[in-house]
């Protein structure tokens, strides 16, 4: 008799928990709610630091879930708690008991509209870095033009209590250096300009992405942020922000306008966590057991969390963080399944 | 420009605007600047409409001037407030409607700072007891005069016999439209339309056929304020500002500026006289300037009343022009006669703007 | 022309719009680590003139990214060439080279 262990949510988190887990001999089950699996991923084109193709990041991540039975366009409906496991009703009609639940249900990009300041959806000029992202990866976007001046706007929706977010959301410093470059390889004659609060380039490599983009591209660091974009006549962006630095305001007329949308808890997750009476810390992420020797616990026995779901997180923290999880879940499953019988599925793997 | 994006966002500021049976208060300056804004406003409300508006001789200032000048504290201005919510619960209203945006402002400001301080609304309401023997009742809705105005746009603009298009080209005006800074930027939910797009003026220009201009220094403050300009060294800060916004919006050749406050359409009419003489610089066509009205003395044009009658000949900027455009009617020998043709006196004729 | 006692007041406000890109390429030819600059402030600090002047390098080069070279030439014109700042950038920059590169660039003006 094998344990069933039920991933919510088939992002990067998702997928390698699953991979993992499964290894250990578990049965997996995994649901998506959306038509396909990847989450984000799935729509990046390349990865900071340096470059990697995001379309092989998950083809990598997806070639390691043969065995873990996986549903796509489906929802938790109705989970209850008995004695030692879950009752899961899912939309697609399907009843899980699952042994331990996983939420791996990620984040939510901030709706870059709310800041109405930005005039993104009203300014053809405006796109943010989801847009842009999917530039790179299709090729063409009306409103981006042989652009000569383009300009970035760090933390929008994040550390920004006007938005509901004084959180940061980690990793769109990293991708505006990343974009800034890439978008100067694209169009080598423009000005690049990044406006910035507070430059959070922490991880390995960060910093010499950060040197490389002002050594050999150029790009133009202003620290202030941009508080007000308008429309000139010829459809340009008049962009004002303060050069703090120099104690000074600024303008500066761009031909496009980079919003960095940030991280925002998953509200489809958040349903989820409720019926499950997961409680959600002031910042909207849900609450582990201890910040940092159980970050993959929720408070409730039987319940893990990994990935984005507690917080913003690159893309190695969350893989590292779904591993984790399948660790913990398997120590958990042994300790109170102990009669179950598990045998690891060996997989042939060159270093 | 998505226009479609600005009406997700007009969408969610929307406000409640009553129906009927309002108590008006007057501005103070504003009859010395325009002074047939009022007395159409009335006129419309009243007559053209068929509203009941009450207004009382015994209503004061709102006391916003000293306020922003830093001469009265605050309680003082909220017992001068509260007495004029005592003369509308007196004379049984509760729908207040006030004619100057700084006196807007003033209202809600007061209304949230009794809302979270409900001490201080008890001691203003001991301060009007023991100053007047009066009681006051808050206002159930609060209102300016042009969210009435943009209330019933589509009820002028069907009683309306002139539109706001050029009769000679048939293209609709270009008109730029400018809120009075404490209608929405302080209290954005009080405001239609929100603070960064103000849809109050837009909406009324799109019922009369007009076509609004969106140009970079839109939401930039004219720069009236109140301290800060009553000495004449300091003034050309404020003209500064006013210039900054002309600059901006030229290249756009805007027809004409609707504003709601009192000051905006002040200062922008003048500052283009002062900035016409001391430079030379004219903003309009062939040396003529930008007409400035009043969103009262677009909707009078709009609704047929004689031009001379809404005031249009106190205007720094002549008006000419644009009536010319509308196909308006007027006699410009009447320009400068008074009631019962008496000659009301002439200006003397500027150097540059014409 | 009337005099009203009053008059147009002069923007403070940076037009990143006329920032001088050909001259500045032609600065970052002769000194490339120029682009290297973070404005982190460590030059300004030690600098034996700015205890006395204002003098500072981040300022003049923040002033030339800004449009402004004239003020930029102005901050630099009491170095001693001491040589603190070479001492203590962190990302390396010949700040000696720096200088007098931009008193070659913009000083001609």
């Not at chain 1, 209850?80 to 042994?99: C, F, M, Q």
């Not at chain 1, 999917?134 to 300009?151: H, L, T, V």
């Not at chain 1, 808890?265 to 910042?283: A, F, K, N, W």
């Not at chain 2, 069907?158 to 439209?177: D, F, M, R, S, W």
Request: one cysteine or more; hydrophobic letters at 35%; proline letters at 4%.
């Amino acid at each position: 008799m094998k344990n069933n262990v039920l991933i919510v949510g088939g992002g990067p988190a998702g997928l390698e928990a699953s991979s993992q887990l499964q290894r250990l001999g578990y049965n997996v089950i995994l649901i998506e709610r959306s038509t396909a699996l990847g989450g984000h991923l799935a729509k990046w084109d390349r990865l900071f630091p340096s470059g990697v193709s995001a379309r092989e990041t998950l083809k990598s991540l997806m070639g390691h879930i043969e065995g873990v039975k996986y549903f796509t366009d489906t929802e938790v409906q109705s989970i209850n708690r008995l004695e030692k496991s879950y009752n899961v009703i899912l939309s697609n009609g399907i009843t899980v008991l699952a042994d331990a639940v996983l939420m791996t249900t990620g984040f939510d990009l901030f709706k870059a509209s709310r800041k109405e300041e930005y005039g993104y959806g009203i300014y053809n000029r405006v796109i943010t870095n989801a847009d842009l992202e999917a530039y790179f990866r299709n090729g063409s976007d009306p409103r981006i033009d042989n652009p000569k001046r383009i300009g970035f706007v760090h933390c929008v929706g994040s550390r920004d209590e006007k938005a509901g977010c004084r959180s940061c959301s980690k990793v769109c410093c990293a991708t505006a250096v990343k974009q800034a470059m890439e978008m100067k390889q694209a169009f080598p004659d423009a000005d690049v300009f990044c406006f910035y609060m507070d430059l959070r380039l922490f991880g390995r490599h960060y910093e010499d992405m950060y040197l490389s983009a002002q050594r050999d591209y150029g790009i133009r660091f202003i620290r202030g942020r941009v508080a007000e974009v308008a429309e000139n006549a010829d459809g340009s962006l008049q962009v004002k922000a303060e050069d703090t630095v120099a104690s000074k305001p600024l303008k500066a007329s761009l031909d496009l306008l980079v919003l960095m949308a940030g991280m925002r808890p998953s509200v489809s997750g958040r349903r989820v966590g409720d019926l499950l009476e997961m409680p959600v810390e002031e910042d909207g992420y849900f609450s582990v057991k201890e910040g940092i020797v159980s970050g993959q616990k929720s408070p409730h026995p039987g319940i893990f969390l990994a990935g984005a779901a507690t917080g913003p997180k690159t893309l190695p923290d969350t893989l590292a963080d779904a591993r984790a999880a399948a660790v913990m879940i398997d120590q958990y499953l042994s300790d109170v399944f102990p009669e179950a019988k598990h045998y690891k599925n060996l997989v042939r793997e060159l270093w | 420009m998505i226009y479609e994006g600005k009406q997700k966002i007009w969408a969610d500021y929307q406000k409640e605007i009553p129906d009927d049976h309002y108590f008006y208060v007057r501005s103070c300056i504003r009859q010395s600047f325009f002074p047939a804004s009022e007395a159409t406003f009335l006129d419309i409300t009243r007559n053209r409409l068929g509203k009941d508006i009450f207004e009382t001789e015994h209503h004061t200032t709102c006391g916003g001037i000293a306020y922003h000048s830093d001469t009265i504290p605050q309680e003082t201005v909220m017992t001068i407030i509260a007495r004029q919510f005592a003369l509308m619960a007196k004379n049984g209203y509760e729908n207040y409607v006030c004619s100057c945006i700084t006196s807007f402002g003033l209202y809600c400001e007061t209304m949230e700072t009794w809302r979270e301080f409900p001490e201080l609304e008890a001691k203003i309401r001991e301060n009007l007891w023991k100053t007047c023997k009066l009681d006051f009742a808050k206002p159930k809705y609060l209102i300016h005069a042009s969210d009435l105005i943009y209330k019933y746009r589509n009820l002028i603009a069907k009683q309306a016999v002139h539109k706001l298009v050029n009769v000679h080209t048939g293209q609709p005006l270009k008109v730029v439209e400018h809120i009075g800074c404490h209608y929405s930027k302080m209290f954005p939910s009080k405001g239609v339309g929100g603070a960064e797009y103000p849809y109050v003026l837009v909406g009324m220009i799109e019922a009369w056929g007009g076509e609004i201009v969106d140009y970079p220094e839109r939401r930039h403050c004219c720069g009236f304020g109140f301290r800060q300009y009553f000495i004449k060294g300091n003034r050309g800060y404020s003209l500064s500002n006013t210039h900054k916004k002309f600059e901006s919006m030229e290249p756009f050749h805007p027809d004409f500026i609707i504003t709601n406050c009192p000051g905006c359409p002040y200062f922008m009419d003048r500052w283009q006289y002062v900035i016409a003489e001391s430079t030379g610089k004219t903003y309009g066509q062939d040396g003529h300037g930008i007409p400035v009205l009043t969103y009262e003395e677009v909707a009078g044009l709009v609704m047929g009343y004689d031009p001379w009658d809404l005031g249009l000949q106190t205007h720094q900027v002549g008006v000419e022009p644009l009536l010319d455009k509308m196909g308006i009617e007027y006699d410009p020998e009447k320009k400068y006669q008074g009631k019962g043709g008496k000659d009301i006196g002439r200006p003397e004729p500027c150097a540059c703007l014409k | 022309m009337v005099d009203f006692g009053f008059g147009l007041v002069p923007s403070s406000r940076i037009n990143l719009d006329l920032f001088d890109k050909e001259r500045y390429e032609e600065l970052a030819s002769m000194e490339p680590d120029v682009r290297k600059c973070m404005s982190c402030g460590s030059c300004t600090a030690v600098c034996t003139a700015g205890k006395y002047s204002a003098t500072s390098l981040r300022e003049a080069i923040e002033c030339i990214h800004n449009g402004q070279p004239d003020k930029a030439l102005g901050m630099l014109k009491s170095c001693q060439f001491c040589g603190k700042c070479t001492m203590v950038c962190p990302r390396g920059i010949n700040t000696r080279h720096l200088i007098l590169s931009i008193n070659k660039t913009y000083g001609e003006l």
